[in-house]
């Protein structure tokens, strides 16, 4: 069976060269200690782990599968040590508070770890893939006491946290939510429903579990403006069972070593997060860090069937090539990487997954900044472009994790549909991250409805201006002009479409709706531009013949040259969602 | 679980009015009593069988699977009974000369019945797959005492033949195969070698199997030009069991109820079809239907997933529409098919099912009039337009059937990714189309290498000028006009492309390997702009407000305004093929 393999020098090119994210941490004081040394080591540990420990046993996770017996969850063979060796390696902490225990890093780095979690073993990451984000949100939002008695064990990873909020009525619509919960004498609530589709809802992992859970009070406002966030541990101080069980476990198209619970709340305990009646603020601020890490799921994805792709294509021979490199000798089988066809699609899943990694950092990059930059502008600045950014990120690389997926299935032939190469169970287990933390039809709403047409085109323009200061920078630079010249397009486009979609979106109040997904994918293709512009850029202070700046000019060439002209057609497609959308007949 | 419905309405509109199929027949012999009403109880019993008897096998053939105990498969429970029934209902022969038993009833019927075989379930409908080709091929090429011996079980359905041509070492290049035959005394052959991915390979629907072998007689020619074709039968004539066993079968990501086996043969009896040499001539007559049928795969999934879609977003309700036909009372929670994204889908799941339907029906009308038109010139005008567009079928309506899988599983949010409803089955089930009979890159090579730059653009001039009749036609039709001059410019830009590429090809022999994917997906897009503009010109007869004609123009001014725009994209991406292509390093 195929592994992965941590991608570490590439790693380190995004965070030494293309963000130089180094020179950025020395400017901060919260990270003036995380020298480009350490932020090293701290990446070839993680990676170590993710291909040493988790990727072995990616295959065999998806084929036991969970099993509920009595109430508990089993989670694969070798899962439960499998974290006990991520706690002990202090990963839970990475980015978090030292005040809590954490390490204080950079989340550009915990952006690298999440990476290498989903794409060595996506059903075991999704375990852990909430915890960053129930930090995030308990230390914004819960009273001192609360933070006091659950934070500690959050960070060091003794307890796991769960996110609840899909009932079975109410998935996109969380306004449609029932769970209920009553105040009680002591401040405490009691809280009664059911939750659907609740990753890590109950397993072995950890002994504790703790639900963030979205509850509607006692006279609360209907929709999504009536509900409060709970927190509710499965076991209370005293070692007292709470009253939560999971009923049963869903039985999936893939990640089938992650149990997705039905959970029932009978009068369970809990705690509220936040203001009465605004859950929806705190939850949010669990949903951010949660789409990127869904964005950085699909990211995992494309490298994970790069890899495997490319390790097949130059081991299998079928047919001669029409032409082949001058050091090749003439055979009438060719390894397949050499076949047109195939070299195509191979360079566009190293294109794809290089460039998906580049801007995903960038975000994470950006998270940074808004938290611990200096100046008050600059966070500013970097929370506006991190909130438009994290849509795009989440939908268009989880639309790209799949669909690379599949074009890397395509390699291997007949084999590929087979349980024999690793492939097919990453094609069915990268499937799910375009549906779950908000559907990509709902990202894709909310980049052009809120972040927008909501806020009158302002974060937009501040990406413009990152975007143009690259291109100009480009043009600046000797060898790289071509790259920065369609870059500069790249933006005129953008600016075009923007003006006309706040115009058209004047006139028709649907107009926005229809043309959404559309926009999504035209901007997501404008950042992959600006990605490979930028590292054509990077590598032109390097030798000529170093094969680190060969390869990336070869990549920003196969990107503009072949992947490049799909923006265009996405201009074209936002355009034509002018037109009405016929009603379907029952 | 949701449950397929044999779609006999669309395939009407398409069998009466877009092919106007009935008219032609009358002017064929061979047709002359197929009848409307015949045709249309064929249908009808055919939807009926698929959707009664085959629907309900679908999701309990996927669970229960293949088994393979001592040598022998035993297939999901119910599917050797269905394969009876099918037998009793006389359908292996349908479009089988009557000289063998068959029904002699044109080809266009049989695929409409295979399209609803493979949409009801696709796995079960793998055993009998390849019989129409085989019946074809031996038909063709056995000697007389062969066919006699063989070709009414075959037709009767007694027994089901395989094509076995691919090995470990040898898929999409045939030319590595090492499988040998010896020469006998008696003037049969002794086989012996291993075949891989053979589906049908062993199974317990019927009692013989007949084995069509690609072979490599003593002395033959290395390549693909040394191969010849047995025929080997499981059991022999006088009941002694044949050197073949099945070694293993395998584990796939989907059709989990159809056997793929590995084959040994070990001096197996066999007798050639064909000449010495001369298999894959042989080879090629089965292969050009099983490509059709393949394609028909494509379609069947694309209307399985528009069917489950559709309801299920009839009856799910979440969160406020913008916009809602008149007569439906606002709501807090709206069906989501109310919602633009998700009409969108919805309405291109329809509109693709429904074009691909029209065009791969239209290659079978082909073949027929190819076989059986009274004239010469006719018959070789259709055939070479069937061979132009079983590329194009073969490798877009497939990639089309899955993709519109995964747009359909969208739909159902975190429901889709479970095994509670069948869209995630489609999804797995339609991949392998992509897959096998010729990949999808080897279906473009043939496309532009052979079949376009092969005989200097002639079938091409065929097609487009099909097309154009069509533009003609419907500009000089009122109310449809504007489709018809839509279409008139998507041949100026086919015909540009066709040019362009003749000429890039002169100056670089690899430009066409570069650029044939994209062709294809060109030459699809401008075969559905066909498909629709004739539909639109089709339904201009029928009162305004006729249910048909309304949705039918409403399909076509979709398709038009929202999914035309592709066209220019994939224009621009076979011009891009100018760009060398970057090789690997290891």
């Given at each position: 069976m195929q592994q992965y393999k941590a991608p570490l020098s590439d790693i380190q090119f995004v965070l030494e060269h293309w963000l130089q994210a180094p020179e950025v941490w020395r400017a901060i004081p919260a990270y003036q200690d995380v020298d480009p040394e350490l932020a090293r080591q701290v990446v070839e540990q993680a990676g170590r782990f993710c291909s040493d420990v988790l990727a072995p046993l990616n295959a065999s996770g998806d084929r036991q599968g969970c099993r509920l017996i009595d109430g508990q969850v089993h989670t694969p063979d070798g899962f439960a040590a499998a974290y006990q060796a991520y706690v002990q390696g202090g990963w839970p902490g990475l980015a978090c508070d030292p005040a809590w225990?954490?390490?204080?890093?950079?989340q550009v780095l915990d952006a690298a770890l999440q990476e290498m979690l989903y794409a060595s073993n996506h059903a075991w990451a999704m375990y852990t893939g909430i915890a960053h984000g129930a930090y995030l949100c308990l230390n914004a939002h819960a009273p001192d006491w609360l933070k006091a008695r659950y934070l500690p064990a959050v960070v060091s990873g003794e307890v796991l946290p769960t996110m609840c909020l899909t009932e079975p009525q109410a998935g996109s619509d969380i306004g449609l939510l029932r769970c209920a919960a009553q105040p009680e004498a002591d401040g405490g609530y009691s809280i009664t429903g059911s939750k659907l589709?609740?990753?890590?809802?109950?397993?072995?992992?950890?002994a504790n579990i703790l639900h963030l859970v979205l509850v509607r009070l006692p006279g609360a406002p209907a929709g999504s403006r009536g509900l409060s966030l709970m927190l509710v541990p499965k076991w209370l101080e005293q070692g007292e069972r709470n009253g939560v069980q999971c009923d049963s476990i869903e039985h999936k198209l893939g990640i089938k070593g992650s149990a997705t619970c039905a959970l029932h709340f009978d009068q369970a305990r809990g705690w509220l997060v936040g203001e009465v009646h605004g859950g929806l603020a705190a939850m949010f601020v669990m949903m951010n860090s949660a789409r990127l890490h869904v964005g950085l799921q699909g990211l995992g994805h494309a490298e994970a069937a790069w890899q495997y792709a490319r390790e097949y294509a130059l081991e299998r021979r079928q047919m001669r090539a029409p032409k082949r490199p001058d050091q090749v000798p003439s055979s009438t089988a060719d390894p397949i990487h050499l076949h047109p066809a195939m070299r195509r699609v191979l360079l566009e899943l190293r294109v794809r997954s290089q460039g998906m990694r580049a801007i995903g950092y960038w975000v994470a990059h950006w998270l940074d900044l808004a938290a611990e930059a200096v100046q008050p502008p600059q966070r500013e600045r970097a929370r506006q472009l991190a909130q438009l950014l994290t849509p795009i990120v989440k939908a268009s690389f989880t639309e790209q994790g799949f669909s690379l997926a599949s074009k890397a299935l395509q390699v291997f032939g007949g084999y590929g549909y087979t349980q024999e190469f690793a492939i097919e169970q990453t094609l069915r287990d990268s499937r799910i991250a375009m549906i779950y933390e908000g559907s990509n039809e709902i990202q894709a709403n909310d980049l052009l409805l809120r972040k927008v047409l909501g806020d009158g085109g302002e974060a937009f323009a501040l990406l413009l201006e990152e975007m143009r200061e690259e291109a100009a920078a480009g043009l600046g630079a000797a060898g790289c002009g071509v790259y920065a010249d369609r870059l500069a397009g790249v933006c005129d486009s953008l600016q075009r479409v923007v003006d006309d979609v706040f115009g058209l979106s004047a006139l028709d109040p649907e107009y926005p709706y229809r043309a959404a997904g559309d926009f999504l994918q035209l901007c997501a293709s404008g950042l992959l531009a600006f990605a490979w512009a930028r590292a054509a850029r990077c590598v032109?202070?390097?030798?000529?013949?170093d094969p680190l700046r060969v390869e990336k000019l070869e990549s920003a060439g196969f990107f503009f040259d072949y992947l490049l002209p799909a923006l265009d057609y996405h201009v074209a497609a936002v355009r034509a969602a002018e037109a009405q959308l016929p009603f379907l007949r029952e």
């Open positions: 225990g954490g390490q204080g890093l950079p589709f609740i990753s890590g809802g109950e397993h072995d992992l950890t032109m202070g390097l030798a000529v013949d």
